[in-house]
């Protein structure tokens, strides 16, 4: 099985210098894109592949793209920001494309600037991924020294800067306008929307902003082609997808897989299964803020089509397992309390409706809840769902727990009926 | 005053910067690094060296996270609170660090060693529960291993 995005990864080894990544066949689809495609080849061949955002939201990457403004008459200055901001609880899968082959984040970043004739391109790194960080350092100044950034790129005429902008932690910095924002020296609160940042982005320039997974597919495609990429996924969308399960389960960890792989074969084969002593009793596919899925959807393939189709989302692709000895309103405690934490506070819905969520659940945690709380927390996922708030935090915040209302009923009001959490003895 | 290594780190992320508020962020890590946390006087200073007001930057200071606009001790511990972390054992590596340093969660140890405090998921989610030291992360904790990690740094 081929895996384009983690083949040069060796934890032991520790990644490859430029030379190393070059041997193994490095910077090929960069030489190419500069030396024998025009931008617009590069944009339609990652069109043709149907790669999709790994950011959660899974938009085609080439659709966003194409509203980049091209040509004469477009700005000459345009950005390409690398969202590495990954604070998505449960999230892991960022950190290691960039600890294990920072080289193939950065030739991944200059096909995209060179497909939207990007003039700078930053990485928005989150403060905690320090290793990650000095390798990219490292491996920026390697590509500047090979000629690979900075002026006339291969002799093409074609100029690209490389900037790394550490984060001073929020989630919503993660969130792409407020990630501009936060590039800008202000705070992350989001901006509305039109006008887009691929024609009104950073300084209000047009900008796309990626993030690091989806970036680390571009070269592959490039070398092999659109045809070749979408022939490893096992359903419609295209390429391999890096899979994590995190939770009591016997491995915790991340692999690069066909796209669409079935749920449990990721969960029994890859992570091992439940530990010992402990059942599975539900999950959250793709970080904190997706639905929780159950038994019954275990066989669902993991891609963007068939996990909307069973009512959640595949979102970062890194799972959360819920076991039978954690209490599930215990975690929506955890899993609200972040979510209100991390409010921007820029509209009421998400500012107020939030905590007050937060407290709720908790006083059903602690034994003080009453039924009408149950339709008082349902009242909330409708009114903090997508559209009724700025941006997609709150949206995001209910999806855990318009789900566990539904697949958790029964211990949510055992929680009420007995004034004291089960799973609290 | 802003001292002069502080003033040569911030001029030299002015010098790519498009604009002077784009460095606010970089601007008061520079100062955090220097002196732990961003007091009133750094953050006047800071304002006045970034020709901003003093408002707008103490809107930014206090929106992230991981600016400290209160003081804190020499080594800053934050525990991951966030969902994995919280399943695999949070409660016990909150617990034993209180026991160990004798101190709640937002304090500091009398003797200026350490704050406690919890930070979102650091993104190690399979060596889970996971705290940060001094930029170091540390994962699949236990009793034991904390204690080794904190007599080291004491
Ligand atoms: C609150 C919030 C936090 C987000 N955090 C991240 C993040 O850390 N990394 C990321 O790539 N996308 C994050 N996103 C999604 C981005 O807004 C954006 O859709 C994504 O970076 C686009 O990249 P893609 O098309 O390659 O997926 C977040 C969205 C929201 C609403
Ligand atoms: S939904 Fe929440 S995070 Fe998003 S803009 Fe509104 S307050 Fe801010």
Redesign the pocket.
């Known amino acids: 099985m081929e895996k384009p995005l983690t083949k040069n990864i060796d934890p032991e080894r520790g990644p490859l210098d430029i030379r190393g990544y070059e041997r193994a066949g490095g910077y090929a689809g960069f030489k190419k894109a500069l030396r024998e495609m025009s931008p617009q080849k590069v944009q339609e061949e990652v069109t043709d592949a149907n790669l999709r955002?790994?950011?959660?939201?899974?938009?085609g990457?080439g659709m966003?793209w194409s509203f980049v403004p091209m040509g004469d008459e477009a700005p000459r200055t345009k950005y390409l920001i690398a969202?590495a901001?990954?604070?998505?609880p449960g999230t892991f899968k960022?950190r290691i494309l960039m600890e294990g082959d920072p080289h193939l984040l950065i030739e991944g970043m200059i096909i995209s600037s060179y497909a939207i004739q990007a003039r700078a391109a930053y990485i928005f790194l989150r403060w905690a991924y320090k290793r990650s960080e000095e390798l990219l350092r490292k491996a920026i100044a390697e590509a500047y020294e090979a000629g690979y950034l900075g002026k006339n790129i291969l002799g093409s005429g074609y100029d690209l800067e490389m900037y790394i902008h550490v984060s001073a932690g929020r989630?919503?910095c993660?969130?792409?306008t407020?990630l501009l924002n936060a590039l800008e020296g202000k705070r992350a609160t989001p901006r509305a929307k039109p006008p887009f940042p691929q024609t009104s982005g950073l300084w209000g320039k047009p900008s796309i902003?990626?993030?690091?997974e989806?970036l680390c597919n571009v070269p592959g495609i490039i070398v092999n082609g659109a045809d070749w990429y979408k022939k490893l996924s096992k359903t419609g969308d295209g390429g391999t997808k890096i899979y994590g399960v995190s939770g009591r389960v016997k491995r915790p960890g991340a692999w690069e897989l066909p796209m669409g792989t079935t749920v449990r074969e990721i969960l029994e084969e890859h992570a091992g299964g439940m530990r010992d002593g402990y059942k599975f009793k539900g999950l959250l596919p793709g970080g904190a803020s997706t639905d929780f899925l159950v038994e019954e959807h275990l066989d669902t393939p993991m891609d963007f089509g068939s996990i909307m189709k069973v009512g959640s989302r595949m979102g970062t692709g890194t799972m959360i397992i819920l076991d039978d000895k954690t209490c599930p309103v215990a975690m929506l405690v955890n899993l609200e309390k972040f979510f209100a934490q991390e409010s921007c506070g820029w509209c009421t819905p998400c500012r107020d409706g939030l905590p007050w969520t937060h407290k709720m659940l908790m006083a059903i945690e602690n034994g003080e809840g009453r039924m009408e709380d149950l339709e008082q927390l349902e009242l909330h996922c409708n009114f903090l769902g997508p559209g009724r708030t700025f941006?997609?935090?709150a949206p995001?915040a209910v999806e855990p727990l318009q789900s566990a209302l539904k697949y958790f009923r029964d211990d949510f009001e055992k929680h009420i009926k007995d004034k004291q959490c089960p799973w609290r003895k | 005053m802003l001292s002069e290594e502080e003033k040569k780190e911030i001029d030299q992320e002015l010098s790519h910067s498009p604009t002077r508020q784009a460095v606010v962020i970089e601007a008061l890590k520079i100062i955090q690094r220097h002196r732990r946390w961003v007091s009133d006087d750094s953050l006047k200073d800071l304002a006045e060296y970034l020709e901003m007001s003093l408002d707008a930057l103490d809107s930014v200071a206090t929106f992230y996270s991981l600016i400290f606009r209160r003081e804190v001790g020499e080594h800053v511990i934050l525990i991951c609170d966030s969902v994995s972390c919280w399943i695999m054992g949070y409660d016990t590596v909150l617990d034993h660090l209180k026991k160990k340093l004798g101190i709640d969660l937002g304090e500091t140890t009398a003797d200026g060693k350490f704050t406690l405090l919890t930070i979102p998921c650091l993104g190690v989610c399979e060596r889970a529960p996971a705290m940060i030291i001094d930029r170091e992360t540390y994962g699949d904790l236990t009793p034991e291993r904390i204690d080794e990690i904190i007599d080291k740094l004491k």
């Open positions: 955002g790994r950011g959660g939201a899974g938009f990457t966003k969202n901001d990954e604070m998505e960022d989630y919503m993660g969130e792409e407020g902003v990626q993030n690091v989806t941006c997609a935090l995001g």
